[in-house]
C-alpha cells in the first residue's frame, strides 16, 4: 500500500451537493425525493413515497444537480449508507440528511468511492468524526476532513469492475425475481380474481393462446389449459363449479412456537427488518444465537407474512428452515398444490390491503390470523388449482434459488471490499492478487 495516497475526502472531490437544512414539500405524486429514509447500501428502498411536484424541481434543485455515477451517503438516521445514482436515480430530487458527492476526474474514480465508502475501515472513520448520542450524525466540515486513502485511478476503476461484477449480477438476480413475481400476480389475477379465460370464452373467443390471454404463448400448453376452465359464470358470478370460499380453506398456519435457547446459534432468523416490501424474495437474516425471545419456527418453502400495520406488505417465501419473529404469520397450504396459490395471494395488493382494514391496535395495529383466513376467493376445482402450481411453482423456485446464489455473491464481495480497499488484494491483468 505504499504507492498508495492518503489525503482528506475534500482534496478527492470535484464536487459536494448538500441540501440539508431544509425539506422540499411534499406533493400527492411527482419526481421522488432521494433522503436518508430510502438510501440504503443495498439499493434504494422502493417504492419511493416521497415525491415533489415537477414544476418545483428547478426551484428545489439550485445547490447543484446530480450526474450518473455520482455517490450518494447519508449523513444523519442513519449514517454511512452509500449508493451511486444511476440512469433512473439521477433525475430524483435530492432531500433531508444526504450529500451527493463526485470525485475529482483525475483523482477518485466515483465507483472507487463508492466502494470505499461502505468499506469498514471507512465506516468506522466515520462514525469517529460523527457526533450525537441518540442519533450519530456528521456535519459537512467533519465529513470533508475525514481521510481517505486510495490508489491510482486506473486501479481504482480496476477495482471497482471487480466489485461491480458481483453486484451488477445480484442486481440483475433482483430484477429478474421482480419479473417472475409480476408474471406470477398477472396469472394469479387473470385466473382467480378477474376470471379472465372464462370471460373470453363466454366472449366468443376459439384460440386457447387468446383464451389464456397471452399469457401462455405455447400453443400446446395453451389448449391444455384452455379446455379446465367453464364457458360460463354462474348466478354468484363465479365461474361454473367454482365456489364462494375464504382463504382459510386453502391456508393454514404453521410456525409452531420455539424457545431460542433450544435452537443451534447458527439458525436463521427473519425479523420484520429482514424482510423487504412488495417483494416475495426473502434474501437476507440474521441468526437465532442474536434472539433471546418466543419465535416462530418455519419451513423451506412456506410463507411469511408480517402482521403490523406499519410494515405492511412484507411478505415472502421462506428459502431456508428456520426461525422467525412472532410478529410474522407463517402460512402453509392444506394441500400439496396450493402453496404457490397461496403465496400470490398473500402478496397481493388486494389481500393487503384487506389486512390493513381489518388490523387492530392503537400504536401498533395487527392482523391475525382469524382475520385474515375470512379474506373471501373463489375457489376453482383442483385441476386448474393444480395446473396453477405447475406453471408458477418453478418461478417461485428460481426466486428461492436467486436467494441462495445472491448471498453467496454477498458473501464474496464483503470478503473482497476491506482487501482491496486496504491493499492487501490487487488487481492485476485480470485476476486479483495479494500484495508483495
Avoid at 430530487?93 to 471507512?122: E, H, I, M, W
Avoid at 365461474?239 to 447458527?266: I, M, N, Y
Amino acid at each position: 500500500m505504499s504507492d498508495w495516497t492518503t489525503s482528506t475526502l475534500e482534496e478527492g472531490l470535484d464536487r459536494l451537493i448538500d441540501y440539508r437544512g431544509k425539506s422540499p414539500p411534499k406533493s400527492v405524486t411527482g419526481i421522488p425525493v432521494i433522503s436518508a429514509k430510502v438510501v440504503k447500501t443495498s439499493g434504494l428502498l422502493k417504492p419511493i413515497e416521497q415525491t415533489i411536484s415537477p414544476d418545483y424541481y428547478s426551484t428545489w434543485m439550485t445547490r447543484g444537480l446530480p450526474q450518473i455515477g455520482d455517490v450518494v451517503l447519508t449523513t444523519e438516521g442513519p449514517l454511512g449508507e452509500v449508493i451511486q445514482l444511476d440512469a433512473e436515480s439521477v433525475t430524483y430530487a435530492l432531500g433531508q440528511r444526504v450529500v451527493c458527492l463526485r470525485g475529482k476526474t483525475s483523482v477518485l474514480d466515483n465507483t472507487f468511492l463508492r466502494y470505499l465508502l461502505t468499506s469498514p475501515a471507512q465506516q468506522e472513520i466515520l462514525a469517529s468524526y460523527a457526533t450525537g448520542t441518540t442519533v450519530a450524525g456528521i456535519s459537512q466540515k467533519a465529513l470533508r476532513s475525514i481521510p481517505i486513502s486510495y490508489p491510482s485511478v486506473e486501479e481504482q476503476r480496476r477495482l471497482g469492475e471487480v466489485l461491480c461484477a458481483l453486484d451488477d449480477k445480484i442486481d440483475f438476480n433482483r430484477r429478474t425475481n421482480e419479473t417472475l413475481e409480476t408474471m406470477a400476480q398477472a396469472i394469479f389475477r387473470d385466473w382467480f380474481v378477474d376470471f379472465g379465460p372464462v370471460r373470453r370464452k363466454m366472449a366468443g373467443t376459439t384460440d386457447p393462446v387468446a383464451i389464456m390471454g397471452g399469457l401462455m404463448p405455447d400453443p400446446t400448453r395453451a389448449t391444455e389449459l384452455a379446455v379446465l376452465f367453464p364457458d360460463a359464470l354462474g348466478d354468484d358470478d363465479l365461474p361454473l363449479g367454482w365456489t364462494a370460499g375464504d382463504f382459510g380453506d386453502l391456508a393454514t398456519t404453521a410456525g409452531e412456537s420455539v424457545d431460542p435457547t433450544r435452537l443451534g446459534e447458527h439458525t436463521p432468523y427473519i425479523g420484520l427488518e429482514h424482510m423487504p416490501r412488495r417483494s416475495i424474495s426473502l434474501d437476507n437474516w440474521d441468526y437465532a444465537g442474536k434472539v433471546s425471545s418466543q419465535k416462530s419456527r418455519f419451513s423451506s418453502g412456506q410463507v411469511l407474512f408480517g402482521k403490523l400495520r406499519p410494515y405492511f406488505h412484507k411478505v415472502g417465501i421462506a428459502p431456508v428452515d428456520g426461525v422467525c419473529s412472532t410478529d410474522i404469520v407463517v402460512l402453509d397450504s392444506r394441500t400439496d398444490f396450493d402453496r404457490e396459490l397461496i403465496a400470490c395471494c398473500a402478496s397481493s395488493d388486494a389481500f393487503v390491503a384487506f389486512t390493513d382494514l381489518t388490523s387492530s391496535g392503537t400504536k401498533m395495529p395487527r392482523t391475525s390470523w382469524s382475520h385474515m383466513k375470512t379474506y373471501e376467493l373463489a375457489i376453482a376445482d383442483a385441476p386448474v388449482r393444480r395446473a396453477f402450481s405447475e406453471i408458477i411453482r418453478p418461478m417461485h423456485q428460481k426466486v428461492v434459488g436467486s436467494v441462495g446464489e445472491n448471498r453467496n455473491l454477498a458473501e464474496t464481495r464483503d470478503y473482497l471490499l476491506p482487501r482491496l480497499m486496504s491493499g492487501e488484494v490487487r488487481v492485476g491483468d485480470g485476476a486479483l492478487e495479494i500484495a508483495a
